[in-house]
């Protein structure tokens, strides 16, 4: 089992940045691949962006969001990121940090997730 804990949400001008953490206890990180998704009020969870167990430059991120948003991990720290820059007002949502065996886009084969920080845009 693995806990992960999100953190860096918050209030930030269109344009700004954030960098989101998920850090992780009990079994470590390294075991899962990690993934963001969101979730904006009246929608859908949609993923976001994922790293593998290795980190690296084994990512994906969401058209949406590529050469915006970054991810990567530190093992080390049991921890992912997930860098936002130029950010969006649609980039308004709860951004929960998932774990699961492997690297994907779909949020059900991941078995493991945050409670969510809350990542506001205004205009």
């Known amino acids: 089992q693995v806990q992960l804990v999100e953190s860096g949400g918050g209030l930030v001008q269109a344009g700004g940045s954030l960098r989101l953490s998920c850090a992780a206890s009990g079994r470590t990180s390294s075991t899962y691949a990690m993934g963001w998704f969101r979730q904006a009020p009246g929608k859908e969870r949609e993923f976001v962006a994922a790293?593998?167990?290795?980190?690296?430059?084994?990512?994906y991120g969401a058209d949406s969001v590529k050469g915006r948003f970054t991810i990567s991990r530190d093992n080390a720290k049991n921890t992912v990121y997930l860098q936002m820059n130029s950010l969006k007002p649609e980039d308004t949502a709860v951004y929960y940090c998932?774990?699961?065996?492997?690297?994907?886009?779909?949020?059900?084969?991941?078995?493991?997730w945050g409670q969510g920080t809350q990542v506001t845009v205004s205009s």
């Open positions: 790293i593998s167990r290795s980190g690296g430059d084994n990512t």
């Open positions: 998932a774990a699961g065996p492997v690297l994907s886009t779909v949020y059900t084969l991941y078995s493991h």
